[in-house]
């Protein structure tokens, strides 16, 4: 008698200590259950309920049109600096930045959702106002910090024509914590990128590789940088929100805060000299890609070339530009040179030869 009033007295306090989310799992489980059980690995699972996050509306399969999507606004209740810190960065602005680019409106429909908007959902336009799509880097619905702090984690989206993560996996960095996959020794992405787990995930250069003029920058490398701006604008990526600094004094900070991130491992003297390396990157590889974007317009403007030959080019060379600076600043010799630096110069001579054969 003793054991089992011992035994529902325990069975009542699970209850009242977690009635709803006991409750409602039992009822998702039957529809849903590999959600559900992701859920119960979940640590919110002690405190979060069903409910909690997609409302009580939806109680069948004939009412799953009013069930609550879990949006930013949402985690925002529990996790009000996390959202504040993301709303204030780049990728919150993700699903903005396609309606900017020209080539995003010439592709198929079903080109676009496959490709473009399955990684810049991540700043998805949710119709409450808030936005951003948490589960783009916590995969529901077991939501684990500890997988949004692998790098793997940036993978799925920072890759191809956005490289950073195969920059990553290809450089020492990388390499290393691949072999020992400990962060203590070698950083991850979100070790430089994401300082005390800032969510804003911002750089000094930008998506785009700009900055406004520096105080000391000769003329010349400030015509280079004002050149590459409008080129990039033209094409359409640099219209798009937050892809670069609007003022040397923001660069700075962005700068020093990696700056802070590099010395948590290396010597001051050492970061500063491997970024400086990166800056000179940006420099060298805007020079090459203006000269591609001068001629390639001027075949166009000849009308030696049509607008989808046109965007073809730029937006190839482009991709190397990116691979020749985001790899200098990642360690990847691989992207700074032969992916970068070195497709980027092939990139020229191949239009200076169409050009010329297409004048004879």
Known sequence: MFKRTVLLTTLAFIFILFPVQMAYAADCLDCHQGITKNWQQSKMAATVSCVDC???????????????????KVCASCHPEQVEQFSAGKHA???????????????????????????????????????????SCHARHTFSVA????????GNCHSGDHPQYNLYTNS???????????????PTCQTCHMVDGNHKAMTAWGFIGYRPP????????????EQIKAAITEIGPAKAPQVYRTS????????????TACTQCHAESFAKERLELGDKMVLESSALYVQI?????????????????????????????????????????EA??????????????????????LKK
Not at 54 to 72: F, M
Not at 172 to 186: L, N, P, Q, V, W
Not at 214 to 225: A, E, M, T, V
Not at 248 to 259: C, G
Request: with cysteine; aromatic share 10%.
């Open 293 to 333: 974007y001068g001629l390639t317009n001027q075949m166009y403007t000849e009308g030696l070339i049509d607008a989808k030959t046109k965007n073809s080019l730029l937006r190839n060379a482009l991709a190397h530009r990116f691979s020749a600076y985001m790899g200098a600043f990642h360690g990847s010799h």
């Open 54 to 72: 997609h409302g009580n509306r939806h109680t069948n399969a004939s009412n799953a049109d009013l069930v609550q999507r879990a949006t930013p």
């Open 147 to 154: 997988e949004a702090l692998e790098p793997e984690a940036c």
């Open 172 to 186: 020492k960095h990388g390499m290393f914590y691949a072999i020992t996959a400990d962060s203590s020794r070698y």
């Open 248 to 259: 040397y004094a923001e660069w700075e900070t962005e700068r020093q805060q990696m700056l």
């Open 93 to 135: 602005y993700g699903f903005d930045a396609l309606a900017v680019v020209p080539n995003y409106h010439a592709i198929p429909e079903v080109a676009a959702e496959a490709g473009c908007e399955g990684c810049h959902k991540v700043g998805y336009n949710w119709p409450d106002g808030s936005k951003g799509r948490c589960d």
């Open 214 to 225: 520096s105080p000391q920058q000769n003329p010349g490398d400030r015509r280079i940088l």
């Open 336 to 357: 700074a040179w032969d992916e970068g630096y070195l497709a980027l110069t092939d990139d020229l001579i191949k239009v200076r030869d169409t050009y010329t054969q």
